[in-house]
């Protein structure tokens, strides 16, 4: 354990640094992380849900080492790699009903890009368009933008000014479905001069807000409403995506599909940090022009890193051939288990669990449902 002192050179992320105590990590194995002293971990978070195969997973730290050796970075305006278009193509190859794949570096960048995307699709059609609706127990990310789409609270209490107004809808649970539905329509009515221009949400999972689950079918209807009055979906996949939630998206559970998705955490196995902001073609194509004022005006210098492509590629290579999907349905099959034997202790409260029980068919979610109360 490292009891910071003034000369300790690190600032750390969500941490108050007066008394922290911090785990120097030495080594990562599987899901276990060993400490420099030689303590033993159970990374049960997945390091911040974004390792997907294990720790050190030789074939993506082989893939890694095979790209730093011949490309590690390059400029990607002008410039194009390899590893960018491959791992795009099999990004799309699991995202069908999507066209293009624009790369960043992380997840609240992915969803800045959503946002700027459904905005000046909007604008590049010459439509005034610049409300956004959100989830009112919503996470998004650390910047400006995905923090204004945030729940407000402590997190963004300092910068409160300077967050730009959003609409808020309840957070969906298991019991109000009907509710949210009837709010959404009804904001959608007070919206007298169709100013909407977009629906961020994390889609059945909202993870920082304390893993509050929601049923795909109630997903599944707020897209249709968005689709029905002209509302750009944006379906946050930065932690669901990738097998999280049984199927390679969350969104994969609905039959109506998001327009734009953002994806970051799991995208490299969790080895790079990496993100991508995945569109349809009708998206694209409002920015498709012969007046360069049309382009998408975002960019990064480390936007389609080679080595975070090349990662992206090795961890996609895993789900083909590790049987990591049988693996999710062990996982979550001993999840449920688990929640199950913990029902019967006293001192624990609001266990949820979705796993793939969606997967397996279940049109009543209702009976999964092991926690009887929903609270933060
Ligand atoms: C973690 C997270 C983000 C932000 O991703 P960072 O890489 O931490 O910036 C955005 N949306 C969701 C749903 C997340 O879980």
Redesign the pocket.
């Known amino acids: 354990m490292i009891l910071p002192n003034e000369n300790y050179p690190v600032w750390h992320p969500y941490t108050q640094m007066k008394g922290a105590e911090i785990i120097p990590i030495a080594r990562g194995e599987g899901a276990r992380l060993y400490s420099q002293n030689g303590e033993e971990y159970i990374d049960a978070i997945s390091s911040?849900?974004t390792n997907i195969h294990g720790h050190a997973h030789p074939h993506i730290a082989n893939a890694i080492f095979k790209q730093a050796t011949s490309l590690e970075q390059t400029i990607f305006a002008g410039f194009s790699h390899e590893p960018a278009l491959l791992l795009a193509q099999k990004l799309l190859n699991r995202i069908p009903f999507h066209q293009k794949v624009f790369y960043t570096d992380?997840?609240?960048?992915?969803?800045e890009v959503a946002l700027k995307m459904a905005l000046q699709f909007w604008s590049n059609q010459g439509i005034r368009k610049s409300k956004v609706v959100c989830f009112r127990d919503?996470?998004?990310?650390?910047?400006f933008g995905?923090m204004s789409m945030s729940a407000r609270g402590v997190f963004t209490q300092a910068f409160q000014p300077m967050l730009f107004d959003v609409i808020f809808l309840d957070t969906p649970h298991m019991d109000n479905e009907e509710e949210v539905i009837a709010q959404y329509l009804q904001l959608i009515q007070a919206d007298k001069n169709q100013e909407i221009a977009a629906f961020i949400f994390?889609p059945l999972v909202?993870?920082?807000a304390g893993m509050l689950i929601y049923h795909p079918q109630l997903l599944d209807r707020l897209l249709e409403i968005s689709k029905q009055y002209n509302i750009l979906a944006i379906a946050?996949?930065?932690?669901?995506g990738f097998g999280r939630t049984g199927e390679f998206l969350a969104t994969d559970y609905c039959k109506n599909k998001p327009d734009i998705i953002?994806l970051?955490?799991g995208i490299t196995g969790g080895f790079m940090?990496f993100?991508a902001t995945t569109c349809t073609q009708y998206i694209y194509d409002a920015f498709y022009s012969d007046e360069k004022t049309k382009m998408l005006f975002h960019g990064h210098s480390y936007t389609a890193n080679p080595l975070g492509c090349a990662a992206g590629i090795a961890s996609l290579e895993l789900f083909e051939v590790e049987n990591t999907f049988k693996n999710i349905d062990r996982i979550s099959q001993s999840h449920k288990k688990f929640a199950d034997q913990l029902k019967t202790y006293t001192g624990v409260k609001n266990i949820h669990t979705c796993g793939n029980y969606f997967a397996h068919g279940v049109s009543d979610f209702r009976k999964f449902r092991v926690s009887p109360s929903h609270s933060r």
């Open positions: 911040w849900w992380n997840g609240s960048t992915a969803v919503a996470y998004h990310g650390d910047t995905a994390e909202l993870g920082s946050d996949e930065v932690m669901t953002c970051s955490k940090p993100a």
